[in-house]
């Protein structure tokens, strides 16, 4: 790993992406205290105040585009991983890049890339994980590890656990029905009846699994779904469990 690290920044994901333009490494890792044009997914901010983890990874892997997708699931199987090993806190997942600590966000993944005549030629997953922030500085729905556990903990730490978790997931990549798998088990609406905006509107049904186009299943009088991009508002129980799991390899 090769580490750049920074006090300040617009966000880790431009300065990596530059890095990348320039042919760095894969597994150059560029980290800031804090970020003053944090992102989320569709322009939305990502609030990057002093205590949390923003880090952003450059990876050039050998696989199609599109599978690009599969790239924040894996970030979100190996942070919820460092997150466990780190500080014992049990996290679930939520379509599609957010990790949740008791229907709180106390992480969130954006993963870019660039690809030229079809060909992969870099991405970059950037990952916020809110870690020492106490609960007043953090946007509502949100959580930290400290806000939950009271224990302050080292960001770098948790960074290089990441990384690391990240590094023995790799060769997955290729074929990402285990990271798929792992990441449907410990989902929060695994199963359930939720709502998803979308840019095409709001659309209703059953969770019934994620595949390897980033695209969550879900079924309504019978029929299933692909819902290829959205914001999932509302899960609730819905019976009996079901574990349909799909992945196409
Ligand atoms: C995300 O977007 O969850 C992706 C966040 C990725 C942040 C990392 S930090 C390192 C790298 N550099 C960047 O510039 N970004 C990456 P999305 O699913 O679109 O969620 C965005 C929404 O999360 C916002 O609209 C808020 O509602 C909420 N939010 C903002 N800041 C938050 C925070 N610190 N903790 C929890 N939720 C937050």
Redesign the pocket.
């Known amino acids: 790993m090769i580490l750049i690290r920074y006090k300040r920044v617009t ?3 431009d300065k990596a992406r530059v890095l990348a333009e320039d042919g760095a490494r894969e597994w150059t890792v560029v980290v800031s205290e804090v ?1 003053t044009q ?5 322009g ?5 105040h002093k205590g ?1 983890l ?3 990874v450059i990876l050039r892997p050998k696989i199609s585009s599109g599978r690009v997708a599969v790239l924040q699931f894996f970030a979100s199987n190996a942070t919820r991983k460092a997150i466990m090993e780190e500080t014992g806190l049990e996290t679930e997942t939520k379509w599609p ?2 990790v949740i600590f008791e229907t709180r ?1 106390i992480a ?3 993963v870019e890339s660039k690809s030229q005549d079809n060909q992969l030629s870099f991405i970059i997953v ?3 994980l ?1 870690v020492n922030q106490s609960k007043s500085t ?2 509502v ?2 959580t930290s590890i400290y806000a939950t556990s009271r224990e302050k903990h080292n960001v770098e730490q948790l960074m290089t656990r990441i990384v690391e978790n990240m590094k023995s997931d790799y060769a997955l990549l290729k074929t990402p029905n285990r990271i798929l798998k792992n990441w449907w088990t410990d989902c929060i609406h695994r199963s359930k009846n939720v709502e998803i905006q979308t840019t095409n509107g709001i659309r209703n049904g059953i969770s019934r699994g994620i595949e390897a186009d980033g695209s969550l299943l879900i079924k309504q009088n019978g029929r299933t779904e692909h819902i290829m991009e959205g914001t999932l508002i509302v899960w609730k129980e819905q019976n009996p469990p079901q574990s349909n799991f799909r992945a196409k390899s």
Not at 38 to 42: D, L, N
Not at 44 to 48: A, L, N, P
Request: hydrophobic share 25%; charged share 20%; proline share 3%.
């Open positions: 966000s880790t994901n970020q944090g992102r989320g997914r569709s939305k901010k990502w609030q990057s949390g923003w880090f952003s890049n957010d966000k969130g993944i954006l950037g990952i916020g809110n953090l946007p729905g949100a």
